[in-house]
């Protein structure tokens, strides 16, 4: 199978979307969230000038996404994932590492000195994750405050 990538841009938004929802309406998620709030979603990433987002291309069939941005901290800039996703019928294939890969290449050339993201602890994607050469950090969590 061969994949090829792209950056993500404003033409993909409607198909990212649509992907985001086939993938994520599954388990372990099972999310129902509109299609146009997630199109909302990601407008709001690509007006973000630190945004990147890249695709991965099975022919001409959208494969897998990741959504993310640059994060400049005091040691350097990362790239945060705060999305990545793949089709249903694509995943166990090898196409997200690709796309991990890939991402990690891009980053590399821009000079950025990590990939970072957070996930459910021992979901399908924790193991691809580790697989994929990401730690646990331990001693960090997550919070969060909700404000409505």
């Given at each position: 199978m061969k994949i090829h990538f792209s950056t993500l841009n404003e033409n993909h938004v409607t198909g990212c979307a649509t992907l985001y929802r086939t993938v994520y309406k599954e388990a372990p998620w099972f999310e129902t969230s509109e299609l146009e709030l997630i199109i909302n979603f990601i407008k709001a990433h690509l007006k973000n000038n630190f945004f990147r987002g890249y695709i991965a291309w099975h022919d001409d069939r959208m494969?897998?996404?990741s959504i993310g941005f640059k994060k400049p901290w005091p040691g350097g800039v990362e790239y945060y994932?705060?999305?990545f996703f793949v089709e249903p019928a694509y995943q166990g294939r090898g196409?997200?590492?690709e796309l991990m890969n890939f991402i990690a290449e891009q980053s590399l050339t821009e000079g950025l000195n990590a990939i970072i993201l957070n996930t459910h602890k021992d979901y399908?994607?924790?193991f691809f994750y580790r697989?994929?050469?990401f730690d646990e950090h331990s001693?960090?969590?997550i919070l969060s405050r909700t404000l409505r």
């Open positions: 494969v897998a996404v994932i705060d999305e196409v997200g590492s399908p994607s924790d697989k994929n050469g001693g960090l969590i």
